[in-house]
């Protein structure tokens, strides 16, 4: 089972590996540009998306790989101990993931709440500074804090 799995990762990792000739005659920087404008196609993005919404984006990403890891862990973990037959270096081995596995959650969770923290706090100054500075019809800009006009 497990020489078969092999035998078929490594047959698709060589697909994907194959040049395409239709890429061939291009630069890698031709290809990648190429490719990116694609993927904003596809995505409904016209590639002038706001750094917060990108940098959200793949907090968001990262934080659903490792609640997948996590599960993946977990789910291990307990098929090790379930099938352990009480030998002691098995469950012993299952033990320490979960430990381990819980232990990465807390930390990742806790680097997440401290990143969400900072974007509010950010956020927060950036919206008061708006708000500070106002723009008047004429095109002068006023500084409500201290009353000042600027050119």
Do not use: C, H
Not at 43 to 56: R, W
């Amino acid at each position: 089972m497990k020489k078969l799995f092999l035998t078929i990762s490594a047959a698709l990792a060589l697909l994907v590996m194959l040049p395409s000739p239709a890429l061939a005659q291009q630069s890698l920087g031709q290809q990648i540009s190429g490719q990116v404008k694609a993927s904003e196609q596809t995505a409904g993005v016209d590639g002038s998306a706001d750094p917060q919404e990108i940098i959200t984006s793949v907090i968001k990403i990262g934080l659903s790989v490792v609640g997948i890891g996590f599960t993946i862990l977990m789910v291990m973990a307990g098929f090790w101990w379930a099938t352990a037959k009480g030998e002691e270096a098995k469950v012993e081995k299952a033990q320490t993931t979960i430990r381990t596995a819980v232990i990465g959650l807390i930390v990742v969770l806790g680097a997440y709440s401290i990143t969400l923290l900072i974007g509010k706090i950010t956020q927060t100054s950036l919206d008061r500074n708006e708000q500070i500075r106002q723009t008047t019809p004429d095109g002068e800009t006023y500084d409500t804090l201290f009353d000042e006009w600027g050119g």
